[in-house]
């Protein structure tokens, strides 16, 4: 459930505030006078509250918040079914369900789509079968399997554009914004938990001799035979991307200096290439950057060591 894209709290609180306008336009204008105005100025006076809390700590809240705020969501329109007073009112909540699912799709991982969407599912039809109207059911049941395709389909397009948009083309590895990205993550987490935090930096011996000498079919090849050789010797948690050209970067989460040399070793046997590499370990105030900066000494010290050697 935590698997999570970039950019829905803001606009999850946009979403919010169109549902307190909304919200306030039925308690302002009523369809009839068994409206439930007292709920629906609760709802918009929630819906208010919601989007400025998400707008303005967007930068601070973490997965767990975009996941309550949507829950939160399904649970409110649950209650609206519940409460509404005409078969319409019950259908007409289509479009928000949709919505709700799309969003969800986009911006979760397909399997926490699918769990929101199913509790959605559950609530509203819960509330809708404790309504006082009938005569709604078939057109529910169209809205219901409406939500779940959308949800599907935009599941899997966004899942394909997302892996297509962090994904290095030729190896398959992550792109550098992509490893960027997840360790950053990573090693956010390593200083908050006090584990270490290991990056290293791999740069090709002599790769432009092999494009040359052989073609540059021969070094693509090259690329992609050491990035299925090195990916056999990871561990799931660690992150193995190309970071342009013919070099990789790597992050070792709960891995020491010590760790990321066996590691190393490890991988100078899985492929007879020649290569060299800089590592740096987290300390405490430490930031992606500074790591990146001193795996780069650390690495043009070694290839200036194979120079002299």
Request: aromatic share 6%.
């Amino acid at each position: 459930m935590h698997s999570l894209r970039p950019g829905g709290i803001a606009l999850l609180s946009l979403l919010y505030a169109v549902s307190a306008v909304l919200c306030a336009v039925g308690a302002l204008v009523p369809v009839s006078d068994r409206s439930p105005v007292a709920l629906l100025w609760g709802l918009a006076g929630l819906g208010a509250v919601g989007s400025a809390v998400l707008w303005l700590r967007r930068d601070r809240l973490g997965p767990w918040a975009l996941h309550a705020a949507v829950l939160l969501a399904s649970a409110e329109l649950g209650l609206l079914a519940w409460r509404s007073v005409t078969a319409v009112g019950i259908v007409g909540l289509g479009p928000a369900m949709v919505t709700i699912g799309v969003f969800s799709a986009h911006f979760f991982s397909r399997r926490a789509a699918r769990v929101h969407v199913a509790l959605m599912l559950v609530l509203t039809t819960a509330g809708a079968l404790a309504a006082v109207p009938t005569g709604f059911l078939p057109l529910w049941l169209t809205t219901v399997v409406t939500v779940v395709l959308l949800t599907e389909a935009q599941s899997r397009v966004s899942g394909d554009l997302y892996r297509a948009a962090g994904t290095d083309p030729l190896t398959g590895l992550a792109n550098r914004r992509a490893w960027q990205v997840a360790a950053d993550r990573g090693l956010a987490h390593a200083l908050r938990s006090d584990e270490p935090f290991t990056v290293v930096l791999i740069d090709l011996d002599d790769f432009k001799a092999i494009n040359d000498r052989a073609g540059h079919g021969a070094g693509d090849a090259l690329l992609q035979g050491l990035a299925a050789a090195w990916t056999a010797q990871l561990r799931m948690s660690d992150l193995l991307g190309r970071y342009g050209g013919d070099e990789f970067v790597l992050s070792l989460p709960s891995t020491d200096a010590a760790r990321a040399a066996d590691l190393l070793a490890r991988l100078r046997e899985a492929h007879p290439a020649g290569w060299s590499a800089g590592t740096a370990t987290a300390g405490p105030g430490d930031t992606l950057a500074d790591l990146l900066v001193r795996a780069d000494t650390d690495l043009y010290r070694e290839k200036r060591r194979k120079r002299g050697s």
